[in-house]
Structures are given as structure tokens and as C-alpha cells.
């Protein structure tokens, strides 16, 4: 089992483990399948680490190789994903309940499955979960992405399935005030059962970037970076890109996902050459390099808040589910 009992802050300030004749008054335990490839569980965890007196934590790697989860589909994928959840929760069970005592169980992204586990071992320790939901599920996969039928027998199981785990915590946490009253009204919650942690980003990995002077004359680089969902707007981009033909604009798209096919097809009936160039993913940690040559992002969601860190112009996609809009459609907005 991993105890880390001092941590550095993102700033680079160490904070030592207090020096109490009781730890496990802020002792806590991250617990389950956490997808640690998300920036917002390492953010989550390293945060836990600065805050409490020591952080256990109890954890299988089952997504390391699944960057889109909700692409996840047809039998053989799905019995893969449920055989290693099979395997890794009867070690998972063991190591908690022999874990030391603490105040609270912490269940990371995505971790639906893991608080239905989790719920009755955490009612014998007498200890309260708090679960990083981040997202819905059923919002994601039928609502948003349409990727089942909303009517359909697996669209009532899933909602059923995720107001059970929302039940099974006894607090979830969402990534805006907004998303958090949505997910309340879509799963019939009381008012203010979800607390809200905003989306945040690393500054290791996304340092402020120097102020990028550049020639009136020069052509204008925009950058988007993301999944290729619906919820990222990219035919708002390709739209806007054709609008700008004949103006020194230069786009680059970097991504792929649900929608790639379709806007695939599209290029290549009406192409938009030379000015946009696509390519279909870079590793995460390349990201900084591309928004340092970058005039302006166009980014949404978690990728935009990495622009605000970075100090950089963005044209963000805001709607329903983002910070401080309640309106049903989406509009564009300018910022930066």
C-alpha cells in the first residue's frame, strides 16, 4: 500500500506532514480505477496530498489505454473493460479494509462503478465518500453525444446505474456551478447535493508563456486541441474557417474522436487548403509547444482553462454546462 504522507504544491512549496498525535483526524484514502491520464485526477490527487496530514492511496490502472471512454463499444471492448474490473476489485476490497483508519474515502474520475463497490465497505468504517463525478454519463453518452437513444431500455439502465452511484456517495463533486444544478434537476437531487471544484490545470505543464508580439501583416495562427465531440463545436470552426477564406488566417485542428469521421468526409468533398491543416492527436505534453506558437486558441471545456493559465487569446464555445451560462444553446464568445 502507498502512503504519502508530504507532497510539493503545483507552485513547488513542500508541505510536511503535521506533526499530530493523531493523523487519522486528516487521514485520507484515494480509492478505485481513477483515470490518472486525466489532468483533473492528477490535479485532485496532488491537491489531497498537500491537504491532508497523509494520503493512502488504494488504486488499479485500468484506463491508461482508453483516451476516449465513451468510445468504448461493441461486446468483446465492453467484456475486456468488465474482466479487469473484475480481477482488480477483490485486491482493492482487501487493501481498503485493511487500510488505516482515516476521515474519508476520495473516489476519483471515473469512478461510478468504484462507489457502488466502495459504498457498503465504507458504511462498516464508518466513513463518508466523496466522489469526483467530474461528468454524467448518461448527460455524455445519450444527451450529449447521442450515442444511445434516449427512450431506449440501455439509456433508463444507465440513469438508473448513475443515480445509484450518486446516491451511493455522500458528496459528488461536479466542475462548475451550472453543471452541478443540471445534474441535480436531470437526476431529481435536492438542491445543492453536488459540491463544485472547478477545472483547473498544471502549472508544470502549462507555465504563463511570454507575450507573443506579432506582425500586423503576419498571418494569424488559431490552435484547437480536443476530442472531436459534439460539445466542441468543430463544425462552428470549420464554418468560421470557411467564412475566413481569403483573410490571413492559418488553423490548425489537433484531435480526434466521435466526430472525426464525419468532418473527415466533409474535408475531403470541400476542403479548406492551404489554410487549415488537421492532424489527429499530439502527446499532452507537446500541447505547450503548439500554444506557444499560437496567436489564438480555440479551445472549450478543460483545454480552455489551459489557456487562460498560459496566458493566451481564446475564443471559447460557451453553453449550458460551462461556468456562468444557463442558456440551452450554445453561443461563441470572445475572450482574451
Known amino acids: 500500500m502507498r502512503a504519502c504522507c508530504c507532497a510539493s504544491d503545483p507552485m513547488g512549496v513542500t508541505k510536511p506532514a503535521e506533526d499530530t498525535a493523531d493523523v487519522s483526524e486528516n487521514r485520507l484514502v484515494l480509492w478505485g480505477t481513477y483515470d490518472l491520464s486525466k489532468p483533473r485526477t492528477r490535479i485532485l490527487r496532488e491537491s489531497l496530498r498537500l491537504h491532508a496530514s497523509e494520503l493512502v492511496e488504494i488504486h488499479a490502472n485500468l484506463w491508461q489505454s482508453t483516451r476516449d471512454k465513451s468510445a468504448v463499444t461493441g461486446t468483446g471492448a465492453l467484456i475486456r473493460i468488465a474482466l479487469r474490473h473484475l480481477v482488480a476489485y477483490p485486491r482493492l476490497v482487501w487493501r481498503y479494509l485493511h487500510a488505516p483508519r482515516h476521515t474519508a474515502v476520495v473516489v476519483g474520475y471515473m469512478g461510478h462503478l468504484d462507489v457502488l463497490v466502495l459504498w457498503p465497505l465504507a458504511r462498516l468504517r464508518g466513513v463518508p465518500i466523496v466522489w ?22 440501455a439509456a433508463r439502465l444507465l440513469w438508473v446505474f448513475e443515480r445509484l452511484a450518486l446516491g451511493a456517495a455522500d458528496l459528488a463533486v461536479i466542475d462548475t456551478e451550472t453543471h452541478a444544478r443540471r445534474i441535480e434537476t436531470l437526476f431529481r437531487l435536492p438542491t445543492r447535493r453536488l459540491a463544485v471544484v472547478p477545472v483547473g490545470s498544471e502549472p508544470g505543464v502549462f507555465p504563463p508563456l511570454p507575450v507573443r508580439v506579432r506582425d500586423p501583416h503576419e498571418t494569424l495562427r488559431i490552435l484547437f486541441y480536443g476530442q472531436f465531440i459534439p460539445l466542441h463545436g468543430i463544425d462552428t470552426i470549420l464554418a468560421a474557417a470557411r467564412l475566413a477564406e481569403n483573410r490571413p488566417l492559418q488553423w490548425q485542428l489537433i484531435g480526434n474522436g466521435q466526430e472525426a469521421p464525419r468532418i473527415q468526409a466533409e474535408l475531403a468533398a470541400r476542403p479548406i487548403p492551404p489554410r487549415l491543416v488537421w492532424q489527429e492527436w499530439a502527446p499532452y505534453e507537446q500541447l505547450i509547444d503548439r500554444m506557444r506558437d499560437a496567436d489564438n486558441l480555440a479551445l472549450s471545456g478543460s483545454t480552455g482553462r489551459r489557456a487562460w493559465s498560459c496566458r493566451r487569446p481564446s475564443s471559447l464555445r460557451r453553453c449550458w454546462h460551462r461556468p456562468r451560462q444557463s442558456a440551452p444553446r450554445c453561443r461563441r464568445s470572445r475572450s482574451g
Do not use: A, E
Open 132 to 153: 469526483d463525478m467530474f461528468l454524467s454519463l448518461y448527460d455524455t453518452v445519450v444527451l450529449d453525444r447521442g450515442l444511445v437513444r434516449p427512450r431506449s431500455l
